[in-house]
């Protein structure tokens, strides 16, 4: 009769293995901790320099405002200066609402209040909805605006008011850094399952050095053109913040003296 022979692990042995899995459960636990701490490090570090960004922002109209308003209380400007100098406060105030919306409307997207129903919207019709509301803009600029939707309604689902946002941000852009004479062409075509639109400008395009932080909060090209034309250095950050919400890829192309060519795959 045979027995069968068993072999039993010796304790210590046991022992050794529950710690190692112990150890490396623990090292997992360390690296999420870490990794936490590392995420909290990064939105700490974003929110106070877009605190920095926002005050240094208001402030500088502010100041203007001030300024202007304190040499009309003294007396120290002539009467026929007057109007120009109320005009230069209208122009500052107007800069610092604008200012004020963009980042109220930034804050709520990042806390997702705007975030409402998806509802089934035509892309082609919301991107010639916002030509129609930037076509005076574009007379005014002397800027030819172009729509081409390549075939019908393209439907997917979306924020009706943000995708016109982001399509009046893009086209106001266009026509605010184009050329007298130049172009701005916006089109919508269905490719396969995606639906891809652009807005292209022959304006006087953006440096290779600066492409990739255009989409950044308050970050700027050319500031004092910006100032010029009422920017706030929000509106691309807004673009992007509305796609990424409809899962749709952004990106730019440019090239200087050339144009700008931004590009969304719905």
């Known amino acids: 009769m045979k027995h069968k022979v068993t072999y039993k692990k010796p304790f210590g042995f046991l022992k050794i293995l529950h710690f190692r899995r112990y150890i490396a459960r623990a090292g997992q636990s360390i690296k999420r901790a870490l990794s936490r701490l590392s995420d909290r490090h990064k939105i700490d570090k974003l929110r106070r320099e877009f605190s920095a960004n926002v005050s240094h922002e208001l402030k500088t109209p502010l100041t203007s405002i001030y300024g202007y308003a304190e040499m009309l209380e003294g007396g120290m400007v002539k009467e026929e200066d007057k109007p120009a100098f109320i005009h230069k406060i209208k122009d500052e105030s107007a800069r610092m609402i604008a200012l004020v919306e963009d980042i109220m409307f930034l804050s709520s997207l990042d806390e997702g ?29 002397k800027v030819r605006l172009s729509f081409n939707a ?5 439907f997917k689902k979306g924020n009706r ?37 652009s807005v292209s400008d022959t304006g006087i395009g953006i440096p290779k050095e600066a492409q990739k932080r255009v989409f950044e909060r308050f970050y700027r090209v050319d500031k004092s053109r910006s ?7 929000l509106g691309l950050a807004i673009v ?13 192309q440019s090239h200087e003296n050339i144009g700008t060519t931004v590009t969304m795959v719905f």
């Open 161 to 197: 008011s943000m995708l016109l946002l982001l399509f009046v941000n893009l086209i106001d852009n266009a026509i605010k850094y184009n050329t007298s004479g130049g172009l701005v062409r916006v089109e919508a075509a269905r490719r396969g399952r995606h639906i891809w639109a």
């Open 150 to 154: 390549g075939g019908g309604a393209m």
């Open 240 to 252: 992007k913040h509305i796609a990424l919400l409809h899962h749709a890829e952004i990106s730019l």
């Open 227 to 233: 100032k010029k034309t009422g920017g706030t250095g």
């Open 113 to 141: 209040k705007n975030v409402k129903v998806f509802e089934k919207t035509d892309i082609a019709a919301i991107a010639a909805e916002a030509c129609e509301k930037l076509r005076a803009k574009a007379d005014e600029h």
